[in-house]
């Protein structure tokens, strides 16, 4: 691998794994302080199982956001998220079912930065963590004990 290339990749993946992570645990946690306010939003954009789905979405949001963040079974949280982010979105952003007068442009501009940030989770979940992470340590670990 070309020097320039590997010396971008550890902190790229790195920061790209905080920030990712980060995305899904900081609002995890304020969907608990703001619990009721969720509850009447998800039931607005008509969202079934509001009782089961909120407490499940949270417990996702911030348990898959730390492990990213961690690097911990990076491949199959960052999967997880990703499928997590299209069904938010198909949710709680449907531009394309908004009401007239609805705002068609913030919640088409929502959708379409949840695919992107799908894609970066998608591309998280093929790539893996990188060398400064949980899963690098154990395959090493791993390795050393064969």
């Given at each position: 691998?070309?020097?320039?290339?590997?010396?971008?990749?550890?902190?790229?993946?790195?920061?790209?794994?905080?920030?990712?992570?980060?995305?899904?645990?900081?609002?995890?946690?304020?969907?608990?302080?703001?619990?009721?306010?969720?509850?009447?939003?998800?039931?607005?954009?008509?969202?079934?199982?509001?009782?089961?789905?909120?407490?499940?979405?949270?417990?996702?949001?911030?348990?898959?956001?730390?492990?990213?963040?961690?690097?911990?079974?990076?491949?199959?949280?960052?999967?997880?998220?990703?499928?997590?982010?299209?069904?938010?979105?198909?949710?709680?952003?449907?531009f394309w079912d908004l009401p007239d007068g609805a705002d068609?442009?913030?919640?088409?501009?929502?959708?379409?930065?949840?695919?992107?940030?799908?894609?970066?989770?998608?591309?998280?979940s093929a790539r893996g963590a990188g060398e400064f992470s949980?899963?690098?340590?154990?395959?090493?670990?791993?390795?050393?004990?064969?």
């Amino acid at each position: 691998m070309h020097k320039i290339t590997k010396l971008l990749e550890l902190p790229s993946l790195l920061l790209g794994r905080f920030l990712l992570g980060a995305y899904f645990t900081i609002p995890g946690v304020q969907k608990i302080t703001q619990y009721e306010f969720m509850m009447q939003y998800m039931s607005k954009h008509g969202v079934p199982f509001i009782d089961v789905l909120l407490p499940v979405t949270i417990i996702l949001e911030i348990l898959l956001g730390l492990v990213v963040i961690f690097g911990f079974k990076t491949k199959l949280s960052a999967f997880l998220l990703a499928g997590i982010t299209l069904l938010i979105s198909m949710y709680m952003h449907n531009f394309w079912d908004l009401p007239d007068g609805a705002d068609v442009v913030h919640e088409t501009q929502n959708f379409f930065k949840n695919m992107a940030i799908m894609a970066g989770l998608l591309v998280l979940s093929a790539r893996g963590a990188g060398e400064f992470s949980i899963d690098n340590w154990r395959s090493q670990r791993k390795r050393n004990l064969a």
